[in-house]
């Protein structure tokens, strides 16, 4: 690849912006491995309290929960038996607004201090701050990220621990709600999010406009959120000044809150690596293990290491076509293709789409 022109160089600092700004700064005595599908590090009274006293409001016995996911009353659960909890609730109740109702009631939450700290918000950027920095109490199923491009402010989510594709759409409506909620009671307001949709436009939209709105777009390349950076540092009425639950944060408490997924960490770990596109035996050598056992691993989570390195690579690529509005030439020798027409290829392959059938 030829050397960067000053142009080039530019760029690159766009990029290196952005990729800081999606991958949290984790504090250096923070070194707790990535969590995993089996990994029971849930806290009995955190989500699996909250799921079954939902599926008690509307008539189901939690108990009749517990029993067909094999989960015990005041145990630590897994990422994997908490799906199993919401497929389970999902299933008895066959009802459209469940993911969207139990989004509003799970944030701020209670799961600790970083509940505690999000409830004291001063505004809007402190609040997905805190989401994003803390996401495996506040949403340990999938990994928010934070942009900010321009006048607006972008809310990227990605798997931290694998979701089959059955149940995708339900933990992202739920989390999307989730975080609409919570951002109208803190701010005392609705706010005029967009919503994008990395799947195919559902036949009934009634629930999406009664809890998110009409803004919503489908068949995008990701799942995210969108608002005018002019919300991001309006004051809240609820917020705290010296939050001490937000100092504590930031001086180090509850460090395990701020644990990734392993589908998050290895995320976190191949985007700013997406030119050289690190081998598997790299990855696995940078987590400690074997690449047979990270193989395995991304197995158990509905994965495969190409797969993850390609979603890193095709987010980059959006970010540089859509929100940059860079030209082909340009993102292939980002990416460190040789030429314009072995992106092409590439893109279709990740996505289905060549670049210029872009919206």
Not at 7 to 28: K, S
Not at 105 to 121: C, F, K, N, V
Not at 146 to 159: N, Q, V
Not at 349 to 359: D, F, I
Request: glycine letters at 6%; a positive charge; aromatic letters at 8%.
């Amino acid at each position: 690849m030829s050397a960067c022109s000053p142009t080039d160089a530019g760029l690159d600092q766009v990029l290196q912006t952005a990729i800081q700004a999606l991958i949290p700064n984790a504090p250096a005595h923070n070194t707790l491995e990535p969590y995993q599908l089996g990994t029971r590090c849930l806290a009995w009274e955190h989500w699996p309290v909250l799921v079954l006293e939902f599926a008690r409001s509307r008539g189901l016995e939690p108990a009749v929960l517990q029993q067909a996911v094999g989960v015990t009353a005041a145990a630590p659960v897994s990422p994997q038996q908490l799906l199993g909890l919401l497929a389970e609730l999902q299933r008895q109740l066959q009802a459209a607004d469940v993911p969207f109702v139990l989004g509003q009631l799970s944030l701020p939450g209670h799961y600790g201090l970083p509940s505690h700290a999000l409830s004291q918000a001063l505004d809007l950027q402190q609040a997905l701050r805190l989401l994003v920095d803390h996401a495996a109490r506040l949403s340990p199923l999938l990994t928010p990220r934070l942009l900010h491009h321009g006048d607006e402010l972008i809310l990227l989510w990605t798997e931290a621990c694998g979701l089959a594709p059955a149940q995708r759409s339900f933990i992202v409506d739920m989390q999307m709600s989730a975080v609409t909620a919570l951002c109208q009671w803190l701010g005392g307001e609705r706010l005029p999010w967009r919503y994008s949709f990395n799947r195919t436009r559902p036949r009934d939209l009634s629930q999406h406009a009664v809890y998110l709105g009409a803004d919503l777009q489908f068949d995008c390349q990701l799942d995210a959120m969108r608002l005018p950076m002019a919300w991001a540092r309006k004051p809240w009425p609820r917020g705290v000044p010296g939050s001490m639950a937000v100092q504590a944060l930031a001086q180090g408490a509850e460090a395990a809150s701020r644990q990734r997924g392993l589908l998050a960490a290895l995320y976190d770990y191949l985007l700013p690596r997406y030119r050289q596109a690190p081998s598997l035996e790299e990855a696995a050598a940078s987590f400690g293990v074997s690449s047979a056992t990270l193989k395995r691993h991304l197995a158990q989570h509905g994965t495969h290491y190409q797969a993850q390195l390609d979603q890193v690579r095709t987010h980059v690529a959006l970010y540089l076509l859509l929100l940059q509005g860079r030209s082909n030439e340009v993102v292939a020798m980002q990416l460190g293709f040789h030429d314009r027409s072995n992106f092409r290829r590439s893109f279709k392959r990740w996505t289905g789409l060549v670049p210029s059938l872009l919206a």
